[in-house]
């Protein structure tokens, strides 16, 4: 192990420090369930705006992004940051200033809770269907955070995957289980910055290397298709292939799934005050529009970078390694460079474990409070709950290290289809039960069942028989989910006043 490697080490051993510290020193100020699981409704407008973005972005930021550009050029990639873009956006426009007055008018502080609250649901069937989906695709999606940082420093350092992995899992669940949401939302505050730090140093020292950004845009430019939102390049025939409408909407389609986040959708929950949001949506979307132009231009600098053979040729899913070869060059340059290449592999680090331990806390809720307390009424003291609680993120994530455990586990393919099942089972009634009166307990029923069932066939049944079939699963299952709420709700008895009076005060903007 030679000089550069140990202070690459070193430089994320204190980050990793940082965040641990971050999770005890939150875990003093847990003092109930509510608490644990959203923070105690205390959350500021910017850490509530930056938490959201970073436990959202995972690795699909910094590796994703950047190695879909150097691939295919702009079309693929450039419709995905659309679809994004206007997700965020319109999630944070239309869903958290309602969701946020909703879920505190119902004493609601989880996700699957505030559904049965909604409906008065009593027997809390509908909040058990949630947690039962929350669990069905939050597990494998926080084994895919695991396996990612394994897989990072196996590629980096040829380090051992399951070591590897496990010792960032402990970590994680270390500051999760000790700090709860307050520890996730601060340390996703701080894995904001470092993520903006290592993606804005990586563009300017990566357009520099390839001698500015005439010389980057003047390379990309011979390259045929790869400037087009219409054509998609392919580096194998140096050729480009027509980008569909299809697959436009394909892509854009990715944008509904904000709508269905439990992750996400908790942030909006947990704001101190409803009137803050205004200013968390602003940052959070500017954030997001520049992150995301910024590690579409890595993947462009490094395909410059490769054409001048400073960086390796990369291909296929090795295009996803981009930003680390980009730092495996940088760290040749000094110690202080060395030190940012650390910094840049946090970064990466950063936008994996701040959505894992999202996914933990969503995850452990469900099972701690919808299903065993509140379906099955499991009576607890709160000190009970607290352990509870704690044991609970412990135990999903030993399943998550299991399903881990194997290194040649597709990661997109798994976060993929978790997107298409949060967002077809849950979008579709989160629009309908914060802006339709007339939705039914029996329609949301339906509509949250529909809606994820359908992903699972058309995944793997209609979409192999390819042609207009062949789209991702998120939007047929959605639009399938919606109008079965849509349908249920007009054929089954209109719900009572007691819910109908509560929807018109959650839809006011008269004080709570």
């Known amino acids: 192990m030679n000089a550069e490697v140990i202070l690459i080490m070193i430089t994320i051993f204190v980050y990793l420090a940082g965040m641990l510290w971050i999770g005890f020193y939150c875990a003093k100020r847990n003092d109930n369930t509510s608490e644990f699981f959203l923070g105690g409704r205390k959350m500021g407008p910017l850490v509530t705006a930056m938490s959201a973005e970073a436990s959202d972005m995972s690795s699909y930021l910094l590796m994703g992004l950047p190695g879909l550009a150097y691939l295919s050029g702009f079309a693929h990639v450039g419709w995905t940051v659309i679809g994004l873009v206007l997700g965020t956006y319109f999630n944070w426009l239309f869903t958290a200033k309602r969701l946020r007055r909703y879920t505190y008018l119902t004493d609601s502080f ?53 070591a590897t992995m496990l010792i960032f899992a402990v970590v994680l669940i270390a500051y999760t289980a000790s700090g709860g949401f307050l520890a996730a939302s601060l340390t996703d505050f701080v894995q904001s910055i470092i993520m903006s730090i290592a993606i804005l140093f990586v563009v300017v020292f990566a357009i520099m290397s390839a001698g500015g950004w005439g010389a980057v845009m003047d390379h990309v430019g011979q390259l045929p298709g790869y400037l087009s939102m219409v054509q998609s390049y392919v580096p194998d025939s140096h050729s480009s292939t027509p980008f569909g409408v299809l697959a436009i909407i394909t892509t854009l389609s990715w944008g509904l799934g904000y709508f269905g986040m439990p992750h996400i959708l908790l942030r909006f929950m947990a704001i101190e005050d409803e009137n803050k949001l205004a200013l968390s949506r602003r940052v959070a979307s500017i954030w997001v529009i520049i992150a995301m132009a910024f590690a579409v231009l890595i993947g462009v600098a490094g395909l410059a970078l490769s054409d001048q053979g400073i960086i390796p040729d990369l291909v296929g899913a090795g295009t996803e390694t981009v930003i680390i070869q980009i730092g495996n060059y940088l760290s040749g340059f000094g110690p202080l460079a060395t030190i940012m290449t650390g910094i840049i592999i946090s970064g990466i680090l950063a936008s994996t474990m701040s959505t894992t331990c999202s996914q933990l806390l969503a995850a452990s809720s469900s099972v701690c409070q919808d299903i065993l307390q509140d379906k099955f009424g499991v009576q607890l003291r709160e000190r009970q709950r607290m352990v509870l609680a704690r044991l609970t993120v412990i135990v999903i994530s030993l399943i998550g290290i299991y399903i881990a455990r194997n290194p040649d586990s597709s990661i997109f393919g798994i976060v993929s289809f978790a997107w298409a099942g949060f967002g077809a089972s849950f979008g579709p009634l989160v629009i309908c039960a914060l802006y339709w009166k007339r939705t039914t307990f029996q329609g949301a029923v339906a509509g949250t069942v529909v809606g994820g069932v359908a992903v699972f066939v058309w995944k793997y049944l209609i979409a192999p028989m390819g042609g207009v079939f062949e789209v991702y699963e998120l939007l047929p299952a959605f639009l399938l989910g919606l109008a079965t709420i849509i349908i249920v709700s007009l054929l089954t008895p209109a719900p009572s006043v007691a819910i109908t009076d509560e929807f018109d005060k959650a839809a006011s903007n008269e004080p709570l």
């Open 110 to 162: 989880t996700f699957p809770q505030f559904l049965s609250n909604r409906f008065h649901d009593h027997r809390n069937i509908l909040g058990f269907i949630a947690a039962i989906i929350i669990i069905i695709f939050f597990v494998p999606y926080t084994a895919s955070g695991f396996a990612a940082c394994g897989k990072l420093f196996v590629t980096l350092f040829g380090a051992n995957y399951t």
